[in-house]
């Protein structure tokens, strides 16, 4: 595609379900980020993936969290059994290696 | 990782040139400087980026000086639609891993 696809655009699920986010990337690009945004606050980096491993995970907020991205392409984050604090807008980014990084639309995730 | 310091906000006047500084004291040899803007409800876009001097595009200008600790993103003649949170990184482009967001600057263009 044109751009970074993220879905779903919003998403709105209980307390203690799992849920699996998903962003496509720019083909070709071997960098993903995954970040968390709550209203009004800055980008919390989570985690990132060269190729299909991801050297650095210190950023997942919990083990609830994980990400795995496979053939270098498309990357799932999975959060599991959610809690309110989860809330947020849970964007993607791809990048040819460290350089202009594009980001997706996001996904909205509400907890209720 | 080169830890970032920029102004909380800002406000200007449609028309008005605008310049945002960033300070990254412990700047590396590799590190380029990047600049990012975001609006509501969307994710960030990338505006300019330099490792030293001057760099100049359609849309901003990134003034670099010598001993390389600070930065100053300058945008011509703001109007409303410039309203946003700018964000400036420093990182190693060779490396996935320099994608660090501070806090940023909110600026706010009034009429």
């Known amino acids: 595609g044109a751009g970074v696809s993220q879905s779903p655009s919003n998403k709105v699920t209980e307390k203690g379900k799992d849920v699996e986010l998903r962003c496509d990337p720019i083909?070709?690009?071997?960098?993903l980020y995954w970040y968390r945004q709550s209203l009004g606050q800055g980008l919390e980096f989570l985690i990132y993936f060269q190729g299909n491993s991801a050297p650095d995970k210190s950023g997942l907020p919990s083990d609830r969290f994980s990400a795995e991205r496979t053939g270098g392409s498309v990357s799932t984050l999975t959060i599991q059994r959610t809690q309110q604090e989860d809330s947020a807008v849970y964007l993607c980014?791809?990048?040819?290696?460290?350089?202009?990084?594009?980001f997706g639309q996001g996904t909205r995730l509400t907890v209720v | 990782l080169a830890k970032t310091t920029q102004p909380i906000s800002m406000d200007s006047y449609e028309g008005q040139e605008v310049n945002i500084t960033c300070s990254h004291n412990?700047?590396?040899?590799?590190?380029?400087i990047t600049w990012y803007q975001q609006f509501p409800s969307q994710g960030p876009r990338f505006i300019i980026q330099?490792?030293?001097t001057k760099v100049t595009n359609e849309v901003a200008s990134l003034f670099i000086p010598a001993d390389r600790k600070s930065s100053t993103l300058s945008l011509p003649r703001v109007s409303l639609s410039d309203t946003a949170v700018y964000y400036c990184l420093v990182g190693d482009t060779g490396s996935a891993r320099q994608l660090t967001f501070g806090s940023g600057t909110q600026l706010t263009v009034l009429p």
């Open positions: 330099g490792y030293k």
């Open positions: 083909s070709g690009h071997t960098a």
């Open positions: 412990n700047i590396a040899t590799n590190d380029y």
């Open positions: 980014a791809s990048s040819l290696m460290g350089i202009e990084a594009f």
